[in-house]
């Protein structure tokens, strides 16, 4: 019988601090600063293309185009700026994952009458598809007018 306590003691300090650890990643993840000078960068966008932890895209736009996008992003739930400015040319949004608070970041850039959009996460190796569907849904949004 006491050998039993014991394992159901140690049953219950390994469970303890395996909650402890999550809770420590957990607030990690949501309150980890946010370093523009890594995330607030030219994307390299050549072509739309879909990767694991993100999306990239292109399409024609001026100046205009440019802000309208910005303020269908600033609409967006559980998305703020983190760098730049319309005015600038250059954003870069951080957009947070509902429950776990997981950052992604979105730099849209204006160059040469092309907007180019890079959408990564910071954390994991794959998005599930997560910034793809949010971004081709503000270009819905921006095409429909």
């Keep these: ?19 402890a650890a999550a809770v420590v990643v957990a607030g990690y ?3 980890a600063p946010s370093d523009p ?6 994307p390299a966008v050549s072509r739309n293309s879909d990767q694991a932890g993100g999306v990239r895209r ?15 992003i600033m609409d967006s739930d559980r998305t703020e700026m983190l760098a730049g400015s319309p005015a600038d040319g250059m954003m870069t949004y951080v957009t947070r994952s509902r429950i776990m608070g997981f950052p992604d970041y979105t ?8 907007i180019k ?7 994991g190796k794959s998005d599930l598809g997560v910034n793809a569907a949010r971004v081709d849904g503000w270009l819905a949004i921006l095409q429909a007018g």
Excluded: S
């Excluded at 006491?2 to 300090?13: A, N």
């Excluded at 000078?37 to 030219?42: G, L, P, R, Y």
């Excluded at 292109?58 to 269908?72: K, P, S, W």
């Design 117 to 123: 959009i890079f959408a990564r996460l910071r954390f």
């Design 29 to 31: 993840i949501r309150l």
């Design 58 to 72: 292109m399409l024609e736009g001026d100046a205009d185009t440019l802000y309208r996008l910005h303020n269908i």
């Design 1 to 19: 019988m006491m050998v039993r306590v014991q394992g159901m003691e140690k049953l219950m300090l390994v469970l303890w601090i395996m909650i």
């Design 37 to 42: 000078m890594q995330w607030h960068v030219e």
């Design 107 to 114: 730099t849209v850039w204006l160059d040469r009458g092309q």
